[in-house]
């Protein structure tokens, strides 16, 4: 009877006896942290693979494909018995923690996307049932028609009028759930960039982050971006009138939604977007590679420079 084992320097043959045959894995932090990743999904290896024809007993129920389930005999064997020590095992630990620290970050900024998205969808329906709502309360007066207006207004007490007084304030009270909806899911995206991009929300908001990140398509590929791109994302739209039919080009995209370049002179918008385009792009790399936190002096290099192109004349 034979068993097999796989430990996390290679994979074994056996008997009651002796090792009958064995396949190591290269010695190589990547390669090994790989194969663990691989079989803590529930993968089989290459090297698995090849034992299959002398069907083993297994007790991992993943190798249930390449021989019998069942008791299997201890194997003692050390990997510094083959040249594998224990540098390399931390090594390759190392590398497998940082894997799952990237995917467990891209599911997170998938469900910023998603958070983002329905914020969008909220304030779509909110502001389209609001203009519904005061239309309807138009009929009844000409002043108000906020929620508590149309909560406490009185249509009359006809049967048919009842029946409409009920389902107009029915309506304010779906929006007032909407509205909730709306600033929980803010408070939920707010906590998740402070925690995911620092940086970047320090110096652009919460909201205007997760619009970035979600549109570039993760915080590691935000930070890849030349400021120049950062400054037009969400504006690719007006770029493409551009290039096709020569209409002006775009100066900013979602970052047009920040304060600086809202309040500022139209004439001065560009160059207050570039610079903050800038300092977002060097947030990102912060937040996406070193994890340092930066933004107190980005932000204070930033104001700084904001001073200067408001108060310059242009030429």
Not at 291 to 306: G, S
Request: proline share 3%; hydrophobic share 40%.
């Amino acid at each position: 009877m034979t068993y097999l084992k796989t430990k996390w320097f290679g994979v074994f043959l056996y008997d009651e006896k002796k090792i009958k045959d064995k396949k190591l894995f290269p010695k190589e932090p990547d390669e090994i942290a790989e194969k663990i990743y691989l079989m803590q999904k529930g993968g089989v290896l290459e090297e698995e693979e090849y034992f299959k024809k002398h069907k083993p007993v297994v007790d991992d129920e993943r190798l249930s494909s390449i021989g019998k389930i069942g008791k299997v005999k201890k194997l003692y064997v050390m990997g510094k018995e083959f040249g594998y020590d224990n540098d390399l095992l931390r090594k390759a630990c190392i590398k497998l923690a940082m894997r799952k620290i990237r995917e467990e970050q891209e599911k997170r900024e998938r469900r910023i996307t998603e958070a983002v998205e329905t914020l969008d969808d909220i304030i779509k329906v909110t502001n389209i049932l609001l203009e519904r709502m005061r239309n309807w309360y138009d009929y009844f007066s000409f002043e108000g028609g906020d929620i508590e207006d149309v909560l406490a207004i009185k249509v009359g007490d006809k049967k048919l009028d009842k029946i409409e007084e009920e389902n107009i304030k029915n309506l304010a009270k779906l929006i007032v759930s909407l509205q909730k909806a709306r600033k929980d899911i803010e408070n939920y995206i707010k906590k998740t960039m402070e925690e995911m991009a620092p940086n970047v929300s320090n110096i652009a908001g919460a909201m205007i982050s997760a619009r970035l990140i979600a549109r570039a398509g993760g915080i590691d590929k935000l930070a890849m971006f030349p400021a120049g791109t950062i400054q037009l994302l969400g504006a690719e739209r007006a770029l493409f009138r551009h290039l096709k039919d020569g209409t002006p080009p775009p100066k900013h995209g979602i970052i047009f939604q920040h304060e600086m370049i809202k309040k500022a002179p139209k004439e001065k918008r560009g160059k207050i977007a570039r610079l903050l385009a800038t300092k977002i792009s060097i947030a990102a790399k912060a937040d996406a590679f070193t994890k340092n936190f930066i933004a107190n002096e980005l932000k204070k290099e930033m104001m700084e420079k904001y001073e200067e192109i408001i108060k310059s004349k242009e030429k």
